[in-house]
């Protein structure tokens, strides 16, 4: 689910200002994710995940597990871009490369699958996703050229597949 309510200017684009997505996994467990970008509101981009063994919220680093079990991170919380830069310039002086393109794809699939479906309206598997044939892409890559303003996604009506 998702919507408009509040960033519908022509400023904005055409992105909602909401997304409340669930996906489930094919062993039958679920990770619900959410955001939302309205002023004067509790703005939440979070993720969290519900199995058979029990739950995460995985945007707080916290799980608790059928039966009372709770864990909790507690380490240190250093800034994750610093640690990601330091990562991958001690691994090319290391000369053992860190390779996250595969990571970075499915990520970014995710998100535009989850899009794709608040766009929607609609259920979709990740077949039909990542087989889709909508192309957002500009018609020419110049530095002077038009960007595509894509219509406001109406769910039940927009076509994402």
Request: charged share 20%; glycine share 10%.
């Amino acid at each position: 689910m998702g919507g408009r309510q509040v960033r519908t200017g022509k400023e904005y684009g055409e992105i909602y200002d909401h997304h409340a997505v669930e996906f489930e996994y094919a062993d039958g467990s679920r990770m619900f994710s959410y955001c939302r970008h309205i002023p004067n509101c509790w703005e939440s981009v979070s993720e969290h995940a519900h199995g058979s063994k029990g739950t995460s919220d995985i945007s707080d680093a916290r799980i608790e597990i059928a039966g009372g079990d709770r864990w909790r991170f507690r380490g240190d919380s250093p800034n994750p871009y610093v640690v990601e830069h330091h990562d991958l310039l001690s691994s090319i002086r290391s000369g053992s490369p860190i390779n996250e393109g595969k990571y970075g794809a499915l990520s970014s699939m995710t998100s535009i699958f989850g899009r794709m479906a608040t766009y929607s309206g609609k259920m979709l598997t990740w077949d039909e996703a990542i087989n889709s044939q909508i192309n957002l892409a500009p018609k020419q890559y110049a530095w002077d050229a038009e960007p595509p303003v894509p219509v406001v996604a109406i769910p039940g009506h927009t076509q994402v597949v």
